[in-house]
């Protein structure tokens, strides 16, 4: 169903309350949605928060989306959004004591692996980026979106989003070069 159907034609259906419907537009953004939440809040967990949360409230406000065509672009400002929101709700989270014997996020020392080490540098230097150029990065070299695609969905011109990926990729680079033992790194992985 969900590879026949325009967005346009699946958010009519699902307003319709096809609930199939909306289960195909979760899947057909489900990675995308995860690729600018992760952007904005830089964490795996609060990425896919963020992520899930913007469908529950895409659903909960499908009839305010005007253009059905462009629900993309619609979905991925309330992913947006949420994000922030959630950084905002954390940092304020983070000024209460942590209770003894929690357990911290990071892992133990001696499970970290060369590759893991490795995806630190690159969030490290994807954090740099500006917003706008970490969504970019991510959905084309991570999700595989074409310029054209990007485009539309973030609403920017197509010469825009070659701009800001060229930009962002020399910022990587130059980025990732000046971490220490990068480029060890690389030729272990290699």
Not at 29 to 53: C, F, K, L, N
Not at 170 to 176: F, I, T, Y
Request: charged share 30%; with cysteine; hydrophobic share 35%.
């Amino acid at each position: 169903m969900s590879d026949t159907l325009t967005d346009s034609e699946l958010v009519r259906l699902a307003l319709e309350g096809d609930e199939v419907a909306f289960g195909c537009l979760v899947e057909r953004y489900q990675r995308p949605a995860y690729a600018v939440a992760y952007s904005v809040t830089g964490r795996h967990e609060d990425a896919e928060d963020a992520a899930q949360e913007s469908f529950l409230v895409a659903l909960g406000r499908l009839e305010e989306c005007r253009n059905p065509d462009r629900f993309a672009g619609w979905l991925m400002t309330i992913v947006r959004n949420r994000s922030k929101n959630l950084i905002r709700r954390e940092s304020l989270r983070e000024t209460e004591q942590v209770p003894l014997g929690a357990r911290s996020r990071t892992p133990e020392p001696d499970r970290v692996a060369e590759t893991s080490e490795l995806r630190e540098m690159l969030e490290q230097a994807l954090s740099e980026l500006p917003e706008v150029q970490r969504q970019i990065v991510l959905l084309h070299d991570l999700e595989g979106w074409k310029h054209r695609e990007i485009a539309e969905r973030l609403e920017l011109p197509s010469g825009t989003v070659r701009s800001h990926l060229h930009f962002a990729r020399k910022a990587l680079r130059k980025g990732l070069e000046a971490l220490p033992g990068v480029s060890d790194m690389l030729r272990k992985v290699q």
